[in-house]
């Protein structure tokens, strides 16, 4: 059976015949309608899946309907770009089993937080394991991060982060240590519909920028106590879990609240490229913040 490649951005499974494959970034996803026993068209699709220099496919257990549309992860980037008016820099992607995710930045969207060349020192010999003084230089940058499901697994989504780059001074060569903290803004993560329209205005961008700075030092006052460490160890898989616990536990005191700590999940999770433990534990360390932000607000009122 011959298969069609659609190079539009959104392609609706109901106007699918037969089966049609997606390219997108450097991966392709197959659709398939099933047939029923008499040989009729049913109105759900098998899923297979591959990166472009992969000969063998791999196949999705479950079926989709063909009420799902399909979105380009590389148009819904074109289309926020367009929308924003900034240059694409930084970009990088991977697949996870259906789903795919890429961050990038855009020039013309600078942030600013405070600068920290202690702490970052503190993070940057923490991940590295560099035990020598040495001096490291900071710069942050503003986020976009798109995960974008094949399978229906996972909305379309877009979530910014506060993309610190930690360089070290001296010795042989520059060391250059990028950590993007998809944490801290998590609340302004947006749902981008199929609706034609995929796409995030210039005042959503705005709203972030100014709110960073809040978002810090409302992660700073939020302690991840000892009890919340054995909660998350009790609820994420064990090899993850003691990774956190040995970088965790090499924090000094002062610094064991959540904006560091996101800090280091965001490490640990850049080394495992898992999406699906991404949405978990943004969702735990969402929940957890916002419990103990409410909980001060809480005694505030009652002084």
Not at 43 to 58: D, I, K, P, V
Not at 222 to 244: D, R, Y
Not at 265 to 281: C, G, N, W, Y
Request: with cysteine; net charge negative; hydrophobic share 35%.
């Amino acid at each position: 059976m011959p298969e069609t490649t659609i190079d539009t951005g959104l392609t609706p499974l109901v106007d699918v015949e037969e089966n049609v494959v997606i390219d997108d970034m450097n991966y392709k996803f197959h659709y398939e309608r099933v047939k029923k026993p008499d040989g009729n068209p049913s109105n759900y699709f098998a899923l297979h899946y591959r990166e472009e220099q992969q000969e063998q496919w791999s196949s999705c257990k479950s079926l989709l309907t063909n009420m799902f549309t399909v979105a380009k992860t590389e148009s819904v980037i074109a289309q926020i770009q367009d929308s924003l008016d900034g240059n694409i820099e930084n970009e990088s992607h991977f697949r996870h089993s259906t789903s795919v995710k890429s961050s990038f930045t855009l020039s013309g969207y600078q942030i600013d937080v405070s600068d920290e060349p202690e702490v970052d020192k503190i993070l940057f010999q923490l991940i590295t394991n560099i035990e020598a003084d040495i001096e490291v230089l900071t710069t942050a940058n503003l986020t976009f991060n798109v995960i974008n499901g094949f399978a229906g697994n996972h909305a379309l989504q877009l979530n910014y982060g506060l993309m610190k780059t930690m360089r070290r001074e001296g010795g042989d060569a520059p060391q250059i240590i990028p950590i993007n903290n998809i944490f801290l803004l998590d609340k302004f993560t947006k749902r981008l519909i199929h609706d034609n329209r995929l796409t995030v205005s210039v005042e959503d961008v705005t709203n972030v920028q100014r709110a960073i700075q809040t978002q810090v030092n409302d992660f700073r006052s939020a302690n991840l106590s000892e009890e919340i460490v054995n909660e998350f160890l009790e609820k994420f898989p064990k090899k993850f879990g003691k990774k956190f616990a040995s970088l965790y536990e090499s924090l000094p005191e002062n610094l064991r609240n959540f904006y560091y700590c996101t800090y280091i999940f965001s490490v640990l999770l850049d080394a495992e490229r898992r999406i699906p433990l991404e949405i978990k534990l943004r969702s735990f360390v969402d929940e957890k913040v916002s419990e103990l932000i409410e909980a001060s607000a809480e005694t505030e009122t009652e002084l």
